[in-house]
């Protein structure tokens, strides 16, 4: 059934209103004889991977200077390349590690593999599979690789934390097929797209550079860098001034980068398939400065006051940090181009396993039942203090 354009299902949630099936239509609790609003969300379970053909190219990223990794990655790669038939693509760093060549079967696929360089090599349009083996840091280089559509990614844990890799190598084989097959659900995880303006009448025309432009999958990070002083930032909302942060900084995250640094600075949790953007002051200078969660369609925009005492400093998932000046901007937005996650259960599951296992969220020891305390008379909840007095405590 299709309603203003939009299909209602099954699949469907209708939120101000109910779904009649007997009548096959929408009822409006607020409806109208001239406006009637309908508002649908998808059902996360109904995000499956679906491969319009075979895959051909994978890309492999590994998680550099970590000798645990390297059995792993030989293994994947041989059974990539010699049973699946798959066009495989490593970073050329890769090939240069030393230790590789304690492994054999190495030596007769090497030459086998295609390389590429970040930064020089574009992979648009020639990956069509991700796999990341190591922690989180794997998943954000496969983003940071991919600064518009990303292939599906698949990650094993193989790190320290391993909050996004939800995959587990010792039966590969099996469950690398059953992605191959399209026997998986997807977390289709958003980003950030961030743009920094720089004032035009302090830029040397000599050293003019294009904008930076980047997609993040965590967060965006302004703090004060190495000055001593509080950072004066003014935060605007679609062009309103929304308030001015004093403090060390902000941090602009996804939901998926609301279980990073955004979650240490206090913020709350947000699951991935959640459109929304979380702005997290860092050490306000204002205990009443909390964490604001804010529509996905709107667009950020974060300048230096012009009373600040000191400048800014900007860092992309970590990464191309640089100096905000006095009359500079930061844009962000949410992107068109999400990072397609591989879910090894489904995303419910996989997230809460994941809150769990690497934060330990909600983990405490159990209560004691009464029947299991024996320092307890045997009392019920309406005894009072004086019922359970000894009758030598109420001759006194």
């Not at 004066?232 to 995250?253: E, M, P, R």
Request: proline share 6%; net charge negative; charged share 20%.
């Amino acid at each position: 059934m299709v309603a203003n354009g939009e299909s209602i299902g099954p699949d469907s949630i209708l939120y101000a209103g109910r779904y009649d099936h007997n009548q096959n239509e929408v009822k409006l609790l607020n409806e109208s004889p001239k406006h009637k609003y309908y508002l649908t969300i998808q059902d996360p379970a109904s995000q499956r991977l679906t491969w319009y053909k075979p895959p051909l190219t994978v890309l492999v990223i590994k998680k550099v200077r970590d000798a645990s990794v390297l059995s792993p990655f030989v293994q994947l790669v041989k059974w990539l390349m010699q049973e699946k038939r798959m066009v495989v693509f490593v970073e050329a760093a890769v090939m240069e590690e030393t230790h590789l060549d304690q492994y054999p079967e190495f030596s007769s696929i090497k030459d086998k593999l295609m390389t590429f360089r970040d930064g020089k090599d574009d992979l648009t349009d020639k990956i069509d599979f991700i796999i990341c083996l190591g922690g989180d840091g794997t998943l954000l280089y496969a983003s940071h690789l991919f600064q518009q559509s990303v292939p599906p990614v698949m990650a094993f844990h193989l790190g320290s934390l391993g909050f996004l890799t939800p995959f587990q190598f010792n039966n590969f084989q099996e469950q690398v097929n059953n992605v191959l097959e399209g026997n998986a659900a997807l977390t289709l995880r958003s980003r950030l797209r961030c743009i920094v303006m720089k004032n035009k009448e302090t830029q040397n025309s000599a050293n003019k550079k294009a904008p930076t432009n980047l997609l993040v999958l965590n967060e965006v990070v302004v703090d004060r860098g190495p000055s001593p002083y509080l950072s004066n930032i003014d935060l605007f909302l679609d062009g309103k001034h929304i308030t001015s942060v004093q403090g060390d900084g902000l941090i602009v995250s996804t939901p998926t980068g609301s279980t990073a640094y955004a979650v240490a600075a206090g913020a709350s949790m947000i699951h991935p398939s959640v459109p929304a953007i979380m702005v997290t002051p860092i050490c306000p200078h204002s205990l009443s400065f909390r964490p604001i969660v804010v529509p996905a369609g709107v667009e950020l925009k974060i300048s230096v006051s012009p009373d600040s005492r000191n400048t800014s400093w900007v860092s992309f998932d970590g990464r191309n940090r640089q100096e905000l000046l006095h009359g500079d901007s930061l844009r962000v937005t949410t992107s068109i181009y999400p990072v397609p996650s591989i879910c090894a259960q489904d995303q419910i599951t996989d997230w809460f396993d994941s809150l769990a296992e690497c934060l330990h969220w909600n983990v405490r020891k159990r209560q004691k039942h009464l029947e299991e305390l024996t320092d307890l008379t045997h009392s019920s909840s309406n005894d009072t203090l004086d019922s359970l007095e000894t009758p030598e405590e109420k001759e006194s």
